[in-house]
């Protein structure tokens, strides 16, 4: 993953404990729940930001720009911030980083045929938002997101530099800004991987590998007949979970582990199978859960969706999880991107990023946003 891919906490949200919820009507379960979470979100977002007002925002006007000719408009309030840094254009005061946006704005149009600058809104390290095409246009930073998501770039600081604290504290200004004025949903997600790029690995050089983990399978560790209804695929999301029970270091006692996850998920919690489509153990080994086809019962509104990834163990105050089941993880998600499975612009976030929950804990969160 890159290392400028910046998380802003999106959901701001204080976890009470792990959430499951059931698998069905999954459609009706986002709309009922959606005010809700809004709501709840939203306020929890003006407690903790305590923020007031707008932030400062150069228009295109002001820092020079060409007459805006892209088309097509957004729908508010997007799901998605996607945010990105742009270097090479190194500058800390207004007059200099115009310029650049400037320079910018011609190689866009006139070198590789874009319409405008990429970006909805540019931040520069001299702490001032630029406004790219605006609240209202498409950007053209994402493919098959730029119609439902805010693209954000962060620009001006040195070449493997991150950006300032002052061009942070714009940005989380303007996030906090476009949701009070109803651009960006309250619950919006704030991609953690984009396209095929991994963070789930700690940075090393590359090995070849196989396209796909080798996959326990449900006859392996003697699953019981599942009742969860077909999962349409490719699926746009993946989320990291734990299952904050005890971690496993051998195959048969992982064995043992999904087995009675998967009896207390359906005899305690009434769900149609165990919850996950995977779970990784710290033996490197994936076990299949309800697998590619079926839906999972792991996150409210996202089970029809997403494919559910847990690892076995609770990583709130632990180590996170060990090499193996990190790279176990990364090449199963590389394998649902090659078999189909998984979009290839699937977005990859944690479970407390989408469920009011612990899930997948600290240590393990910090591992997939950096």
Same mark, same amino acid.
């Given at each position: ?76 309030? #997007? ?6 840094? &742009?270097? *090479? =254009?190194?500058? $800390?005061?207004? %007059?200099?980083? /115009?310029?650049? @946006? ?26 001032? #938002? ?6 209202? &246009?498409? *950007? =053209?930073?994402? $493919?098959?997101? %730029?119609?439902? /998501?805010?693209? @954000? ?218």
């Amino acid at each position: 993953m890159l290392p400028w891919l910046l998380l802003f906490s999106a959901l701001g949200l204080q976890a009470w404990g792990v959430s499951e919820r059931f698998s069905w009507s999954e459609t009706q379960a986002r709309e009922v729940s959606e005010q809700l979470l809004d709501l709840f979100v939203g306020v929890s977002q003006l407690i903790c930001k305590g923020r007031s007002g707008a932030p400062t925002i150069v228009s295109r006007k002001e820092w020079g720009a060409k007459s805006l000719t892209c088309s097509g408009q957004l729908t508010p309030p #997007v799901p998605y911030i996607i945010t990105d840094q &742009v270097m *090479g =254009m190194e500058c $800390q005061e207004q %007059n200099d980083c /115009s310029q650049k @946006l400037r320079d910018l704005q011609s190689r866009s149009v006139y070198t590789q045929g874009q319409c405008e600058v990429a970006y909805n809104f540019l931040v520069g390290d001299d702490g001032r #938002v630029y406004e790219g095409v605006g609240w209202g &246009v498409p *950007g =053209m930073h994402t $493919q098959g997101y %730029n119609n439902i /998501s805010l693209g @954000l770039a962060f620009f001006g600081s040195k070449i493997g530099s991150s950006p300032s604290p002052a061009a942070l504290s714009a940005a989380e200004d303007l996030i906090f800004y476009a949701i009070w004025k109803g651009h960006l949903s309250s619950r919006y997600i704030q991609p953690l991987l984009l396209k095929e790029e991994g963070c789930l690995s700690p940075k090393q050089p590359v090995m070849p590998r196989t396209a796909c983990p080798t996959i326990i399978m449900r006859s392996a560790w003697e699953a019981r007949e599942t009742h969860c209804p077909i999962m349409k695929l490719p699926a746009k999301y993946v989320i990291i979970i734990h299952t904050a029970g005890t971690p496993c270091n051998e195959s048969m006692d992982c064995q043992i582990r999904v087995r009675d996850t998967q009896s207390y998920h359906m005899d305690r919690l009434n769900f149609c199978d165990i919850g996950y489509h995977f779970l990784v153990g710290q033996d490197g080994g994936v076990y299949e859960g309800v697998g590619w086809h079926r839906q999972g019962s792991h996150t409210y509104g996202y089970n029809d969706i997403g494919l559910g990834i847990a690892f076995m163990g609770n990583f709130v105050e632990t180590p996170p999880p060990n090499a193996a089941a990190l790279e176990a993880a990364q090449t199963l998600i590389q394998c649902a991107v090659d078999k189909g499975y998984l979009t290839p612009n699937y977005l990859l976030v944690g479970h407390s990023d989408v469920s009011n929950t612990l899930s997948p804990g600290k240590a393990l969160y910090n591992i997939i946003s950096t």
